[in-house]
């Protein structure tokens, strides 16, 4: 793989990176010269980045629900590469387009716990966990978003919620945290991911490559007219994290999700 890059010498954190477009972000920071910490669940997901990039990543078993697991990753970038100069928060669940009307209550106060205990609280809890370190480096966060951050439809009202509530997370740190960090998000549209539901309403072991139809839906609903893949958001986030190229950018969300936005009437 090429070495020495856009982001030549850069410690990076990527939460959830050892799947999907997390790993898709992993491999890009890597063929751009980063070193980079991954916070993830699974032992084979560790292995299996070990065996590509040997020690250019740093595995680390944990859960993004967790402040001492977020601390625990960012602790581990700045001892093994010298310094944090992103932190990448991209872990998420799902709930597969299920209607507010089709919960019963108990499994909505569940869905939600769940739901956002992964797609809302863990970012606060990595962003806080990384702050003083970026201060430090004069470094970034980045955020994975979603076309569920801007319209309804693409999910259900828990994960549209969700993704809402962290454009919100995204500008207000921006806000807060400025000038010494700038936030950033990439929000990608419909990718060839196994997303997965949450256990708590019956959607632990569904993943998003089992919709059928789904390629279809999202190729007809976008004017480029395809379902994208992990690795074609990757260089948004390479961008974002360059101080050379994105020095002046903060609270910015980059869609990248086939023209939404013009989809036409
Ligand atoms: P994915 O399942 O391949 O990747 C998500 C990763 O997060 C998985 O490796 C999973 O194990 C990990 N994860 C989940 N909960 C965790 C926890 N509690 N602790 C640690 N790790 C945890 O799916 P993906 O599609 O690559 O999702 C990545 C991000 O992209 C999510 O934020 C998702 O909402 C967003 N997104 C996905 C799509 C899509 O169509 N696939 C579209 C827009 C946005």
New binding site residues.
Partial sequence: MREGGWLNGYGAVV??G?????RAIVDRYVAEGARVTV????QA?ADALRDVHGDRVSPVL????SAADNRAAVDDAVRRWGALDVFVG?????DFFRRLDSFAPDELEAGFDELFA??VK?YLLGAQASIAALRASSGSMIF?????SFYAGGGGALYVTS?HAAVGLVRQLAYELAPEIRVNAVA????R????GIASAGLGETR?SDVAGFAEKVAKGVPLGFLSE?ADHAGHYVLLASRRDSRFTTAAIVQSDGGMAVRGA
């Fill in positions: 939460t959830g050892g799947a999907g477009i997390g916070l993830l669940r699974s997901q944990g859960d993004v629900r991209n872990a998420g669940v799902y992964v797609n863990a994975t978003l979603s076309s569920s993704k990608p549209g419909g990718t991911t196994d997303l997965a998003l992990p």
